[in-house]
DNA sequence: TTGTCATATCATGATATTATGATATGTTTT
DNA sequence: AAAACATATCATAATATCATGATATGACAA
């Protein structure tokens, strides 16, 4: 198992190094913005590369999920290990409600999924991307 | 230049999965949530290793600048090449106070730095972690 | 030193998000 | 079927965030 995230994880990897890798533009522009003649180039080059309107907005959504502590908080409950609901709220101290509500959005965002046992809601990470985006975020700020 | 972003990327991948792999706890318990009997141990267990307060809440504040298309079209054009504020409002198609408002957050969270050149300001990412945590996103995202 | 330009800051109304109380749903036990 | 329990949904008041107009700052050119 813990192989298996290892070669997940590598492969999330190469994917991003390859990407960084051929976007890498070299490129030096010392012209000064004017006010009918922007560096006109540079804005072409790089209005080429950029996604679309709806893919910057689903991202948007999808990063806003980690711009809460509670959410944070049960995303780094649950990279532990699987947990209920009434477990989540024992360990963070907060209301059912509160957490059962903050479940449905990380659910609805896709970042957390849960297996129904009997009146109990088990829930985990849905993939590797999840921890690996909470991980980096650290890594930034303790920096 | 290539080659260092990659050094980089990987030294970042391999503490990563360091602590993924660490972290990795094999349990199972099957006991049921009951009102004053919570699935105690591993509650316990989950609970050891979170982080402190504040720790949560710096790193909801890093991600929630993450969670806003404006923010993010502009991190992704500095991921292509660094620019100055009127390239990005043209770029964007958004006026000058909008871009400069963002950037000024995005600098707050060490995000963005940016270098005078006479009355120009020059914006770049400040790091790798930024470029990192978008493409992963956007891994997650467009699976 | 006056004008122009690039950028920054401030204030604000519109909108979104938060945690939570009240309540509903659905499962197990008796 | 009734009670107990785990979880989900709804409504809401407090708070935060967004884009932008108005305005300030600071550099360079004439």
Redesign the interface.
Known sequence: ??TF??VV??I??Y???D???N?????ESDD??EVFD??DD??A???E???S?E???????????????T???II??L???D??V??IS??LGLNQTTVSNQLRVLRAN?IVKYQKE???ARYSLT???????????????L?
């Open positions: 198992m813990t995230k290892y994880c590598n999330i990897i994917n991003i190094c990407t960084m890798k976007n890498y533009l070299e490129n000064i913005c922007v560096h540079a804005v080059r790089v209005k590369q950029m996604l309107e893919e910057y907005s689903d991202l948007s959504e999808f990063f806003k999920i980690f711009g809460n502590p959410r944070l908080k780094s409950l990279s532990a290990e947990l209920c009434c477990d024992e360990a896709n009997g009146k109990m993939d590797e991307h999840i921890e690996m985006i909470f991980k980096v975020g650290l890594e930034h700020i920096e």
